[in-house]
């Protein structure tokens, strides 16, 4: 970091993200970015509900015919869940329900998708990625020093995704990100793209050793260019057309379901909860709850001050955190001492690697344009 | 009040978790360390490894895997395949596991089964007995080399020497069922239990938690095995790992006549 | 700091994983150097008494054990076949047992009930009726369920030191203590929660 460090008055994203820009009032463009490009176009009262019906009258017209009419990827998250929740409950959808195990469900996420497809009464597919293939895959990013250890579980998700929307012809990919808890961008530094293909090929060229017989690779031309623009698949992301609060929503799965919810956001994964409660805050000093909690202050579901006690203690479990450093080392197949190497090797990150930033830089900047949001997606 | 156990049963193959329709074409299930993780989170009351290579492979057991497996455990595990000695059987007790499962080595050498529960006690033995009926009869045969070959010998006479021999368990697996969810054999559990006074576990063509029940109300106390319905969900057969939970248990065994 | 004792029976590891991922410091008890300095001593067991006591006679440790919690009345528990040898002797064996709680070992008896109902061994998971107030049952609600696996059972001759009973057939005692010896005869490090609650209080007696 070249800035003394420095917090938003109004968010409390800081300057451990290194793009960050204050103005003279100490305030983030986090912050203006919000006000200028993603409220005004945040609509969840009547324009919201309006679009949102038109929407769902479009989803259903296309689908007539087909067994599926819109496609849903469930992990067993909040977003996901409630999403689901919504599209058959009340919006009569009939999405193809899919989930992608990447070899890390924790149990609350496999109870959580067991209770709302038992209920709801789906039809559930999987993608069970190869543990093997998964496992060097990660290997490789932990040997490539960069921050983006979370690239092969999101890869595959996504890749998956459209892989399942493609072969059965299903054109609306219901997606669960919202503005009401994701409004804040991630730093790239931190969460850098899952689909820059010239980026994962050069990790796993020089660090990977498994041949990727089975893993699902996609490329931003197949799902940003082809499936869109030839095939017609679009993302749609309909909680942002009704007023969502997070503790609404687990109040009615809980209600509705006995759904569980969790401590941390994505603690469906039990790498990714690793990954972000520990291995980027203490490696590499990058927070993401100082993310999700802004975005909660700018869509007024938290204050400030709140979000400031949360981040004052650390993210991950004291008591817990050797027996979770353990079963991450074991499943990888590494030693706790190999794990341990990995956190304290010299820190790099996508720009020392060949990369398609530019191009990405580009796309979005197009995509912007038109008010469309352009972030890495996450899994929800 | 003792309870019915119900036991998920993992096939691994190649280190991965594999599910098989009549002991044939395995699908791959993903990575059974996680899946270990789960089930134990699930507080599921006991846990059955079977490696369904290593005894065709002539290989011994990955005493890695199982002693990471048996660390995410806080309930028994029994670990099976490519077990043919004593020394193999105590290196596996070491890793952490409480009872090992032994199938073509007790075809071979039914003293195998008296070698070891003299050293570690029967309630440590568990003999797995792949069977088929025969057709025409009422009978059952056992079968070997991952249910592919007929071994001549009847299934029932079989238990009463496994018994004789200090067997603790018997896994009555059925390779016509396995996989298909169809329902556990019921004439099967009959026979054998009837056959036998040591504990037994059915296992091949669970169908419904509700099953279990009724086969515990028929029978009492008795070992529910599966594999399928603990793994796969819905018409698709999509991987998702389930389990009754404590009180779903509580409602299935306790109405039980014991 | 937890001493299992190591004298070739038992799931060592299975106790030394619970206490690990409790934060608690465990030492594996090979020798009896191992046992000097002990603060609190696990005997694991599984398998035929006589077995069991021979290995533990001539584990080279006996005396030091014996020391370390008669004399010195270091807390002791017992598992399964460790709460066994606890007794005067066993049915199932002829060597005698420790002698440290009075009481024999049994088998199950079959003539006593209907053995298509009662196999044997008893194995799975049953209730522990809390009889008497111990602290190695802080937090576990009356009538948890715990793993058992065995086909003899503790008949103690005070009733006094029975602190739980569990029914199979006969009613037996599945958990027992005289002083800061300890023994339950079901196990605890493969009986989930409760189990892990159980060795818990016995590390925080």
Redesign the interface.
Known sequence: MNQKYQICTKTIMDTTDPGIRFDDSGISDHYHDFQKFVKPNWKTNEVGENKLNSLIRKIKKDGIGKEFDSILGLSGGVDSSYLLHKAITEWGLRPLVFHVDGGWNSELAVHNINVLVNKLGVDLYTEVINWEEMKDFQLAFFKSGTPHLDIPQDHAFIATLYHFANKHGIKYILNGGNISTECVQHPLEWIYYGTDMVFINDILRKYGSVRMRSYPFSSIFFHKIYLPYFKGIKVVKPLNFIPYFKNEAISILEKEYVWKPYTLKHGESIFTKFFESYWLPERFGFDTRKIYLSSLILTGQMTREEALDIVSKPAYDKHKIDEEFNYIATKLGITILELKKYFHMPKKNFKDYKNLYSIFKAGANLVNLFGIENFKRRKK | MLNSRIIPCLLIQNNGLVKTTKFTNPKYVGDPLNAVKIFNDKEADELIVLDIDATKEKREPNYNLIENLASECRMPLCYGGGINNLSQALKIFSLGVEKIAISTSALNNISIVSEIASRVGSQSVVVVLDVKKKIFSNKYEVFYKNGKKPSGIDAVEYAIKLEQEGAGELLINSIELDGTMKGYDLKLIKIIRAAVNIPITILGGASSFEEMSKVVNEFGVIGLAAGSLFVFKGRFRAVLISYPTPTEKRNLLENSLT | MITIIDYG?G????FA??Y??L?IKVKIAKTKNDILGAEKLILPG???FD?AMSQLNSSGMRDAIEKAVVSNKVPLLGVCVGMQMLANSSEEGKLDGLGWIEGTVNKFDKKLFN?????????????VNQSNKSNLFCNVPDLG?F?????YYFNCNDNNNIISTS??GNTFASAVNSNNIFGVQF?P?????L??QVLNNFAKL
């Open positions: 029976l799931n060592i590891k299975a994983n619970i690990e991922r934060n599984v398998g035929a077995f053995s298509d109902l009662y196999r044997l061994p008893h194995m799975g998971w049953n209730n369920r793993y058992f696996l065995h086909s029914t199979y196990h490090e493969k009986s989930h929660f189990g892990v």
